[in-house]
């Protein structure tokens, strides 16, 4: 899922790059909410088995401090190993997702539409996202 999102914005940011117009801008602004919406619930999801996994993770920790078996300390290890990919898979979709606000901010005012207020643009209060690597 990482790289899908990782090459739908490299996708973008090329177009977007390129110059192009775009004939059916409120078609490509409904378009890009939908993959954003898409997104943001692949994200929620992501977030709630992380923080099942990390709740887990620490619960047997502290089982361990109170009863140290090697069975408990390989299952520690075991829900460890898993935890740290989730981690970074999360923190992957939440920079994509938030890099997927920026483009359709920049969409919003390439084409000077008043609908989006000019306090959402991010670069008014200082605010970078960084890009995906």
């Known amino acids: 899922m990482g790289n899908k999102l990782k090459a739908y914005i490299k996708g973008l940011r090329s177009f977007l790059e390129s110059g ?3 004939e059916d801008v409120e078609g490509f602004k409904r378009e890009l ?8 619930h692949e994200r929620f999801v992501h977030l709630i088995v992380t923080f099942l996994f990390a709740i887990v ?3 047997v920790l502290l089982v ?3 009863k140290a078996t090697i069975a408990l300390f390989v299952l520690f290890i075991m829900l460890l190993v898993l935890l740290v ?5 999360y ?3 939440e920079n994509g997702v938030q890099e997927l606000y920026v483009i359709y901010e920049e969409v919003c005012r390439r084409f000077m539409d008043k609908s989006v207020p000019i306090a959402s643009i991010p670069e008014q209060y200082g605010v970078k996202v960084g890009k995906i690597k």
Do not use: G
């Open 20 to 22: 192009q117009d775009i």
């Open 57 to 59: 993770t620490v619960a």
């Open 33 to 40: 909410i939908r993959e954003i919406q898409f997104w943001q």
């Open 91 to 93: 923190f992957v979709l």
């Open 85 to 89: 990919p989730y981690i970074k898979h």
């Open 64 to 66: 361990i401090v109170f």
